[in-house]
Every structure is written in C-alpha cells, then in structure tokens.
Nanobody, 114 residues
Framework: QVQLVESGGGLVQAGGSLRLSCAVS????????MGWYRQVPGKDLEFVAR???????TYADSVKGRFTISRDNAKNAVYLRMNSLKPEDTAVYYC????????WGQGIQVTVSS
C-alpha cells in the first residue's frame, strides 16, 4: 500500500517561508499527479496545489504567487515551498497522489503567527 509522509511543518512568523516535503513509498496505482491540500478545524478540506507528471501546475487562488509546488520523481517526493505566509495559511497540510487523489498523508501542522 502506498504511504505518504509529510515533513517540514512547524511554526513560522507572518511573512516568512516554509518548505513542506512529502515522501511517497510503496506501490502506487497512479503517480501522474501529486498535490497538496489543507484543512482547518470546522472547515472543509481545501485544495492548495497540484502538479502533473509533465510538471504542469495548478494553484488555488489563495496561494497563487506565494506557493510553489515541485516534484522529484527519482525520489518519489513532492514539495511545497510556501513564501509570504499569512496567519490564514495556518492549517494541517496533506500531500496526495492521484487525480482525483487516491491516497493522502497523515497531515502536518503549519502555524503562522501574526
């Protein structure tokens, strides 16, 4: 079974940067698309960004221009570089594989202080 493990989360000040990593292991039905989602208490899971095998990218309007998604196929990893962080970016971030996503990581907390 595929496993996704996020790392790199934590506490950062507003305006700062953070880089999330997601290591993917195990057999995967499809690795065409990898992505990131986030969720805050009381809200629905929110799409953040995705990247295809052809490295075409799609971003949510709320993060466009600030976040950058990338992937390393050799390492089976997907990354999310977050710049100009805002308190409203505070959430649990989940990486995913597949489109629509078929597997998710356990999530990692990102907290942006004002």
């Amino acid at each position: 079974q595929v496993q996704l493990v996020e790392s790199g989360g934590g506490l950062v000040q507003a305006g700062g940067s953070l880089r999330l990593s997601c290591a993917v292991s195990g057999s995967i039905l499809s690795v065409d698309v990898m992505g990131w989602y986030r969720q805050v208490p009381g809200k629905d899971l929110e799409f953040v960004a995705r990247i295809s095998s052809e490295v075409s990218t799609t971003y949510a309007d709320s993060v466009k221009g600030r976040f950058t998604i990338s992937r390393d196929n050799a390492k089976n990893a997907v990354y999310l570089r977050m710049n100009s962080l805002k308190p409203e970016d505070t959430a649990v971030y989940y990486c995913s594989v597949g489109w629509p996503p078929i597997s998710w990581g356990q999530g990692i907390q990102v907290t942006v202080s004002s």
